[in-house]
């Protein structure tokens, strides 16, 4: 609460090493976070998930309506779209080491999840390489990455290869950010 000079734990019981991502709302509400809780190596914990804090990260609540069951997660990847950031996307591990279990869209703010059908785009490697992130302008094109990268472009829209590892791209990605000012640009 005072800029990172002093910090107050907030919650027990979880261990630190699987919060595996936090978004943030950038535009309309920045006190209102998502963390994802979600060990890559699947102890079946009843506390992994999605949680919502709307008061700068002094309380945080469980999401559900349509996300996977806690004893059923593992990893798990965030992304916020800049341009409505009532949508969210989360990229879920399942608990069977590496596993992929789906990707989920919510266009509430997280109250209400819905599978993208999303194809397996981090083979048995999701406790390694999971990342998404979205389009600056466009809430439905969304970069998903693990062993390869892939495009969704609306809901129900079928997933399409953005590039592959014959120009020289590493197979593994971990990190994407878009050119906010240039959506037709995106680093790995």
Do not use: K
């Not at 506390?47 to 996977?68: F, H, V």
């Not at 399942?94 to 083979?123: H, K, M, Q």
């Not at 600056?136 to 079928?158: D, E, H, K, Y």
């Amino acid at each position: 609460t005072d800029s990172g000079v002093g910090w107050t734990r907030i919650t027990s019981g979880i261990p630190a090493d699987i919060v595996t991502d936090l978004v943030m709302d950038p535009t309309t509400n920045p006190v209102t976070l998502y963390a994802a809780i979600g060990s890559p190596f699947g102890p079946n914990n009843p506390n992994n998930g999605i949680y919502r804090s709307t008061d700068a990260g002094l309380n945080w609540g469980i999401l559900g309506g349509g996300l996977p069951a806690a004893t059923t997660t593992g990893r798990i990847a965030l992304a916020i779209a800049p341009s409505n950031t009532q949508v969210l996307y989360a990229g879920y591990e399942s608990n069977n080491f590496g596993a992929f279990l789906g990707v989920f869209r919510s266009g509430d703010g997280g109250n209400n999840w819905t599978n993208i059908g999303a194809p397996n785009y981090c083979g048995n490697q999701c406790w390694y390489d999971n990342v998404l992130g979205v389009d600056p302008t466009n809430p439905n094109r969304v970069f998903l990455g693990g062993i390869g990268a892939q495009w969704a472009t609306g809901s129900g829209t079928p997933l399409t290869w953005a590039f592959n590892n014959a120009n020289g791209l590493h197979a593994d990605q971990h990190a994407v950010a878009w050119d906010p000012n240039n959506s037709s640009i995106v680093y790995a």
